[in-house]
């Protein structure tokens, strides 16, 4: 029967040819390294320049070509351009294979496509967001954004400040990369976010797991890579307005960005402004140990905040070599929990505190960041040569009342250096500088070497202290190579060696303790940290292999990372003003050391899609705050003394995604985390680790439609949240129940005239449930996570000169 | 597909491993326990400058109590009422004043070992003066804290006075 109709067809075809005079029909399909389809490809015969792009299958045809010899050119983002000679005398048909190209991938924006095969191409487990996954998801900031993501979740500290955790690693084990560049702040800290403008990302790469080898120390839980990759549009100029608004902490945002580009040269800008009030909690007190603060309108005081963003990019493309250079400023000012902070539960002026849910009194932190990269690619034929250069200024200064603790006078001396409010202050300026080049062998094999260097000047200031001032420098180098076995597999392999040293500078109070030696009490200055000076060194290495034969995708991966201790670790001596404990760092610990296997497997259809990536994890070393029976009695006010030591540490867990389409535009999906730790020696031997995030799924009904009246893209999705509780806890966190929460989000572009503007709205916690996250930072003084929230995003294109329509 | 059924046997041996292979942790806070008949001192008590008192609290655990420094007492001013008690109840407080020369007083002290429940007893003398002169009197705040073996803590926040005697 088919042959029947190919026959029939053909010898049409053929008569067609015939009457119309001696043309012909080139039909082709373009598909992709892993055999996918390739959609939305140029195809163009040169020298007629006589194009088409393909359709959604990945098929082309190009109609009433007269005989004769042509170049056949077939060019997608994100690959390599294919060039063939076609002869035609008669109807033909071909096929043809293009290749990622690893050497443009990132001036791209990463399309699903790339994203696809990027995936398939990374032996660790990722994930790949861009903007518009981050405008359907938007939370109070980046990192709320991509909690949903299987696998991440965040450490909060009121509305708009979160840090990541990957597989319930954080702070100093992830490293969040911006452009090329590693961010460096007080990563150590858990009250304060991560100082990156979440519309300032463009495209984000999540890895899970250790990457050391590629990211150096830090990176031994996994990688939040962040790119502004866009490059405008040759003879463009147009800007993008972004508006936001928010119920819950009645937040208002907007972010306006211009971007333009003449031949080589480009530029864009970008203004941020945030502004925030209270937010509210499902619950009218708090419950501090057991002292009931009652709350204001369900608000809780002084957790207002704003946000003043920055951004500058210029850059110049030329056919072999691109560079971009960047500037940034990101700065906040954000109110702590006035009941909760210091060192026991605090009685507060309600009527000052009450009077605005916008004002931001004491206590406050303020935190400015500012960045200069420079980020240059130079290419040609086989060899790739990459140079990132960095400049950061981190800094955070914490105010609040003076009340003077442990043995600080009753009044503030005015003869001291600091002000009074000023609790604590960190000011880090960090250099970095990276250079990276890979040589292509063979279209099978590919070489990459590369040098990460860094210099830290951390200073310190206030009338509080915690850490020292240090001087941290750290240099590593890695190679790295990757074999294609066969069309469908491939394996990669990865050596590093790193070396750093830490100074920290001696610190002593500026008040003086009572010291009882002998009976006879002597008043003087504490010492609390000394000069110290160590140097570490270590190497790493990663073996991974990726199969990926027709519709499923497998991967394994087996590495060592490792991670140096940090100032806080080596060095700490003083109060944390959240926790309400002591904290004793340890001069003696050496790097940690993880080994990791990672496995992947994912099965890909038109209508069905799952995958798992489960994971084992050992930890010869882990550096972990170890909470004593002691009591400290010369800072503070006899806060329980925490050790760091080091211990050995057993991980697994797994994520799982999988939807399905049931009808053409409704797809029902599945997203799950699980991860399970345990400490196999020391004090704490048999518990797990502080802030496990329990186990959690998301179920997820999705609509979508490319059009609906005057709207496109159209979507609504639920998602229904479900969180085991944690009871697997460490001393001095509380078991966190389970809960259940409704999210719904939906949202679309609308046609007003020429312009297409792009709506999501969302409601998040439907249901205004009570409901604590063993994760959140508030957790410990049972503060309950936000209730109700909706939240709208605009985003107008305005478009200030037409792009010239670039005939090819 | 062989490689695939490998890992996922040895992923699952492992989990059952560690599910299985579990003692009794303890996850319990302990207790300080103000109801004993005759505790010292409760929220809203007086102290006097010059005198000694027993300081006598129940602390209770449901596994075993910290011993070396296990428990400390801090006794603060509280002149500008930036403290609050943790107790229900509210005290009557003086007027806000500024500090001139207050009382301070930060001091831990062990637990016999293998306890899960300690009587405390201690004597604490409270001094009428230090080097800077006379102390101030007012409203303080006495804070105790208490560990167990495990590391949980445990905080209680009272409200006192400490007066000179004979002043007032």
């Known amino acids: 029967m088919n042959k029947l109709i ?38 163009m015969l040169l020298p007629e320049k006589n194009g088409t792009v393909t359709n959604a299958q990945g098929d082309f045809s190009i109609n ?14 994100g690959y390599k351009t294919l060039r063939d000679s076609v002869s035609i005398s008669k109807n033909i048909v071909v096929k043809y294979r293009l290749q990622a190209s690893l050497l443009t991938l990132q001036e791209v924006v990463v399309t699903d496509h790339a994203a696809e095969t990027l995936k398939r191409e990374t032996s660790l487990n990722i994930e790949v967001v861009n903007t518009e996954y981050l405008k359907q998801n938007s939370g109070g900031s980046l990192m709320q954004s991509l909690n949903r993501l299987p696998g991440i979740s965040t450490i909060d500290i009121g509305s708009g400040q979160s840090k990541p955790v990957i597989r319930g690693l954080g702070f100093n084990r992830v490293v969040v990369v911006e452009n090329g560049v590693k961010h460096e702040g007080q990563q150590w800290g858990a009250d304060h976010g991560l100082e990156i403008d979440q519309y300032a990302a463009e495209n984000i790469e999540v890895v899970k797991g250790p990457a050391s080898l590629m990211y150096g120390s830090d990176a031994i839980g996994g990688v939040i890579d962040i790119n502004q990759s866009a490059i405008p549009t040759d003879g463009s100029l147009k800007a993008n307005l972004d508006l936001m608004g928010k119920s819950n902490n009645n937040l208002f945002g907007s972010s306006l960005a211009v971007y333009g580009r003449k031949k080589w040269f480009f530029a864009n800008a970008r203004l941020t402004y945030i502004d925030y009030g209270d937010y509210k909690v499902p619950t009218d007190s ?18 207002a905040g704003n946000e003043k963003n920055l951004h500058l990019q210029v850059g110049l493309v030329k056919k072999y070599f691109t560079s971009k250079f960047f500037v940034s400023t990101v700065n906040s000012e954000s109110g702590f929990f006035a009941n909760a902070h210091g060192l026991e539960p605090r009685n507060v002026d309600v ?33 790739k040569l990459e140079t990132d250069f960095g400049f950061q200024r981190n800094n955070r200064n914490e105010w609040s009342e003076y009340v003077s603790h442990g043995y600080m006078p009753a009044i503030f001396p005015d003869t001291l250096p600091f002000s009074a409010e000023l609790e604590r202050a960190f000011d880090k300026y960090i250099y970095s500088a990276n250079v990276k080049g890979s040589y292509t062998l063979s279209e099978k094999t590919l070489f990459t070497v590369g040098l990460n260097s860094d210099y830290q000047d951390n200073r310190i200031d206030g009338r509080g202290f915690i850490i020292p001032t240090y001087r941290q420098t750290s240099i590593g180098g890695f190679l790295y190579a990757k074999q294609h076995l066969s069309e469908i597999s491939l394996l990669q392999a990865g050596f590093r060696y790193d070396y750093g040293n830490l100074q920290t500078q001696e610190y002593n109070d500026w008040f003086m303790s009572p010291i009882v030696n002998n009976g006879d009490t002597i008043w003087q200055y504490l010492n609390r940290a000394i000069n110290l000076n160590r140097d570490f060194s270590n190497t790493s290495w990663s073996i991974g292999y990726n199969f990926n034969p027709e519709q499923w995708s497998l991967k394994v991966n087996v590495g060592k990372s490792f991670r140096m201790p940090i100032a806080k670790e080596l060095a700490a001596n003083g109060v944390n ?22 496995l992947g497997l994912e099965y890909n259809s038109m209508k069905f899609a799952i995958g798992t990536t489960p994971f084992l994890n050992y930890f010869s070393n882990y550096i972990y705050l170890n909470p004593s029976s002691e009591h400290d009695r010369l800072y503070g006010n006899g806060n329980q003394v925490f050790y760091y030591n080091q211990c050995e540490v057993f991980r697994f867990g797994a994520e799982l995604h999988a939807h399905y389409q049931i009808i053409k535009p409704l797809q029902i999906g599945i997203i799950g985390e699980y991860v399970y730790s345990e400490q196999l020696s020391g004090e704490k031997k048999g518990r797990t680790l502080p802030f496990s995030p329990p186990a959690s799924a998301i179920l997820n009904i999705k609509y979508q439609k490319q059009k609906i009246k005057y709207f496109e893209n159209v979507y609504v999705s639920i998602d229904y949240k479900l969180t085991a509780p944690q009871n697997n806890i460490v001393p001095p966190e509380e078991t966190t129940a389970g809960y259940q929460l409704i999210n719904l989000s939906l949202g679309g572009d609308v046609k007003l005239k020429k312009q297409s503007v792009n709506i999501s709205f969302q409601i998040q916690n439907l249901f205004n449930t009570k409901y604590f996250n063993h994760t959140n930072y508030y957790r410990l003084i049972n503060v309950p996570d936000p209730g109700r929230n909706f939240i709208l995003n605009i985003s107008i294109p305005i478009s200030i000169k037409k792009i010239k329509s670039n005939t090819v | 597909m062989k490689q695939i059924k490998l890992f996922s046997l040895i992923f699952l041996a492992m989990v059952i491993f560690t599910t299985c292979n579990k003692e009794e942790i303890d996850k319990q806070k302990p207790e300080i326990d103000l109801s004993m008949q005759g505790t010292f001192p409760l929220n809203c008590d007086t102290l006097y400058f010059g ?40 005290c009557k407080s003086e007027e806000k004043k500024d500090p001139i020369n207050p009382f301070t007083f930060i001091e831990d002290y062990d ?34 804290s208490l560990t167990d073996k495990e590391g949980w803590s445990v905080q209680k926040g009272l409200s006192i006075k400490i007066l000179h005697r004979g002043i007032n």
Not at chain 1, 585 to 598: F, H
Request: charged share 20%; net charge negative; glycine share 4%.
């Open chain 1, 6 to 43: 190919v026959l029939l067809l053909g010898m049409t075809l053929f008569c067609m040819s015939i009457i119309a005079q001696e043309t012909y029909l080139l039909s082709g399909h373009v598909f992709d390294e892993n055999k996918l389809p390739l959609p939305g490809a140029t195809v």
């Open chain 1, 64 to 77: 009433n070509l007269p005989k004769g010899k042509y170049v056949l050119e077939i060019s997608f983002v």
């Open chain 1, 286 to 303: 708090i419950d501090i140990y057991s002292y009931k603060a009652a709350l204001h309108k369900n608000k809780l005081r002084n957790t």
């Open chain 1, 351 to 383: 009527e000052l505190h009450d009077k605005s849910d916008r004002d931001i009194q004491f206590p406050y932190q303020e935190v400015s960041h500012l960045k200069l990269i420079n980020k240059s690619l130079w290419h040609k034929n086989a060899v």
């Open chain 1, 577 to 598: 003003y959240h926790h309400f404990s002591y904290e004793v760092g340890n001069a003696d610990l050496s790097p940690e050391i993880s080994y990791q296997l990672d």
């Open chain 2, 51 to 90: 005198e000694s008192f027993d300081f006598k609290v129940l602390f209770k655990d449901n596994a075993e109590l910290g011993s070396t420094k296990s428990y400390s007492i801090d006794i603060h001013h509280n002149f500008d009422h930036h403290s609050h008690s943790t107790e229900v109840e509210n």
């Open chain 2, 111 to 144: 637990i016999p070992e293998g306890l899960d429940m300690y009587e405390t007893n201690i004597k604490i003398t409270l001094p009428t003066t230090n080097n800077s002169g006379i102390l101030d009197e007012g409203d303080y705040h006495f804070y105790i």
